[in-house]
Antibody, heavy 117, light 109 residues
């Protein structure tokens, strides 16, 4: 079974750093792009960026370029999303998903990030 | 950037009724790159339809997708209780690579 399992919920203060993870299993992790999607409370889905774990080629949505860093460690089939200095406005659910040449399938279960002083 | 506009924002229907959801693109989208997702409260989105009209694995045949160019439709032929959820369309393009519509909520009337 193809699965993406994300790390657990985080509560952070403004200005802190954070790295969340997404571990793939049941398929060749290096052969598919992995995307990250933000969902702010009560809102819709926003694509943040993608990475190809095979060679770490990374693309960002213009809205998120410079705000986050996407990386991957193919030796442990894990992709990452990180922030160097969190803001309250980063409070959201973050999903990873496998890009199957267009549609996202499957999705991880989501990681809730709460940033509050 | 291609903008996807979904309508209506909310659809109030009863179980057994037919639901018709619209997704309109600001410019032409290749049908190969138009997908629909379902999201229930507290859950991750789930792929329903890809390539505008192909059902994903395990999706019941009461879900169907159609359309081309700038106008796409998701139809649920007879609503089951588990179908009340939010539905998103998504296109796959050049930059940004994907965009999503703002969603349509299908609620129980």
């Amino acid at each position: 079974e193809v699965q993406l399992v994300q790390s657990g919920a985080e509560v952070k203060k403004p200005g802190e750093s954070l790295k969340i993870s997404c571990k793939g299993s049941g398929y060749s992790f290096t052969s598919y792009w992995i995307g990250w999607v933000r969902q702010m409370p009560g809102k819709g889905l926003e694509w943040m960026g993608i990475i190809y774990p095979g060679d770490s080629d990374t693309r960002y949505s213009p809205s998120f370029q410079g705000q986050v860093t996407i990386s991957a460690d193919k030796s442990i089939s894990t992709a990452y999303l990180q922030w160097s200095s969190l803001k309250a406005s980063d409070t959201a659910m973050y999903y990873c998903a496998r890009d199957t040449e267009g549609p996202f399938d499957p999705w991880g279960q989501g990681t809730l990030v709460t940033v509050s002083s | 950037e291609i903008v996807l506009t979904q309508s209506p924002g909310t659809l109030s229907l009863s179980p057994g009724e037919r639901a018709t959801l619209s997704c309109r693109a600001s410019q032409s989208v290749s049908s190969s790159y138009l997908a629909w997702y379902q999201q229930k409260p507290g859950q991750a989105p789930r792929l329903l339809i890809y390539g505008a009209s192909s059902r994903a694995t395990g999706i019941p045949d009461r879900f169907s997708g159609s359309g081309s160019g700038t106008d796409f439709t998701l139809t649920i032929s007879r609503l089951e209780p588990e179908d009340f959820a939010v539905y998103y369309c998504q296109q796959y393009g050049s930059s940004p690579r994907w965009t999503f519509g703002q969603g349509t909520k299908v609620e129980i009337k």
